[in-house]
């Protein structure tokens, strides 16, 4: 069945601001009223307007899922957030503006905002407080021989249906990638790699950098379950300012440190050139040629992929902030793609960027295959607190 306008009724409240926190959110048919989907999560520990904004989010994905087309009206008793989204406040907190990016880029065209009173948004406030109370609610009416049926509701006390083709069961773990904040070498363009080389430190710059990253990542705090290191200093400095920012410390993990270019650590490109041409030109056109002292990409690949691997294994089901650099998380990125590693070439990595890959177990729709193996969801790419929208 398919829906010419809809409408979302979002809430979302916290007991204690910040204190455990929930949001709901439904999608309704907005002729008849029908409800289409509807949801209640709780999200942690938050503030009254960080859950507002999230339960917009939700009620913003299920239209995409639900009525993608359809002209779409949003209404919450929130005035604060339908004031931000028509453009008529400014978003002012560091915490609310990548929600509210966020949100603005999952609204489609001609999406019309109406504050409404408390009492004519209940069915959302109540999918928030039976969250808080411990009944989390998943429902979306389902077209069968032309008509809609409800979907059983699952047992609240197993987990929530993942998004997407991730199929029901355990949580995904997901890991949140940031690259380092610049260093000195990254202004002049010099080779860093990892331990092996000069091993410099973040400038004023990078950590900036950093710390801007952090306060774009605050709001995601109570979210966030661990944090784990490269073992290079610009990396365990950057780690610092994040843990410092979001109440995390920093374990580390030797597998997620920076490629090794041994004897052209500290160089430009223009003089490992004239210094070792024949090697360059190696180096360009194989994956499995190494520099002196250095490291090939498939040597990489296969250390950050065993990093990985122990990264998933000691935090099953959570979220983890990684701080890395940029080979291995183009590395990742294109394992989880399927891609072939050729593809780090085509990658663009920004320093201080957040990268973020769900990994669970299990198989595509109709694979025909039966063994569970692991498998990624690429979410969010080279995002940073200037251009792009982030959330767990």
């Not at 009254?48 to 994905?61: K, T």
């Not at 299990?362 to 792009?388: C, F, K, V």
Request: hydrophobic share 40%; charged share 20%.
């Amino acid at each position: 069945m398919t829906w010419s306008s809809v409408v979302v009724e979002a809430d979302g409240g916290s007991r204690g601001n910040p204190g455990p926190a929930a949001f709901g959110a439904v999608l309704k048919d907005a002729e008849s009223g029908e409800t289409i989907a509807e949801v209640g999560e709780t999200i942690g520990t938050a503030t009254n307007n960080v859950a507002e904004y999230r339960g917009l989010i939700a009620g913003l994905e299920l239209a995409a899922e639900h009525a993608p087309g359809a002209a779409l009206e949003v209404r919450m008793d929130s005035q604060l957030v339908i004031e931000q989204m028509a453009g008529n406040w400014k978003v002012k907190h560091p915490s609310m503006k990548p929600l509210q990016a966020q949100a603005a880029t999952l609204a489609p065209a001609g999406t019309t905002y109406t504050w409404v009173p408390r009492a004519e948004n209940s069915h959302a406030d109540r999918l928030v407080n039976d969250a808080l109370d411990g009944s989390p609610t998943y429902f979306a009416s389902s077209p069968a021989d032309g008509g809609t049926a409800k979907i059983a509701e699952p047992d609240p006390s197993q987990a929530p249906p993942s998004r997407g083709w991730m199929p029901p069961g355990d949580p995904p773990t997901t890991l949140v990638l940031v690259r380092h904040g610049v260093t000195d070498h990254t202004a002049n363009r010099l080779f860093s790699g990892g331990l092996g080389g000069s091993n410099p430190p973040l400038n004023d710059e990078g950590r900036e950098q950093v710390r801007a990253t952090g306060e774009w990542l605050a709001p995601l705090a109570g979210a966030v379950d661990a944090l784990v290191t490269s073992p290079v200093r610009r990396t365990a400095e950057s780690a610092e300012i994040l843990g410092s920012r979001l109440g995390l410390t920093a374990k580390v993990e030797d597998g997620i440190a920076e490629m090794e270019f041994g004897a052209w650590d500290g160089m430009t490109f223009v003089q490992i050139q004239e210094t070792y041409p024949d090697d360059l030109s190696s180096w360009l056109g194989s994956l499995e040629f190494a520099p002196t002292g250095g490291e090939s990409f498939r040597v990489v690949q296969e250390r950050v992929l065993a990093g990985r691997d122990r990264i998933l294994a000691d935090h099953t089901g959570q979220t983890v902030l990684v701080v890395s650099h940029v080979t291995p998380i183009k590395t990742l990125v294109a394992d989880a793609l399927g891609a072939p590693l050729e593809a780090i070439y085509k990658m663009e990595l920004s320093p201080a960027s957040v990268t973020v890959i769900s990994y669970f177990r299990g198989n595509p729709p109709n694979s025909g295959r039966e063994d569970d193996h692991l498998l990624a969801s690429l979410r969010l790419y080279n995002g940073r607190p200037t251009d792009a929208p982030f959330a767990v």
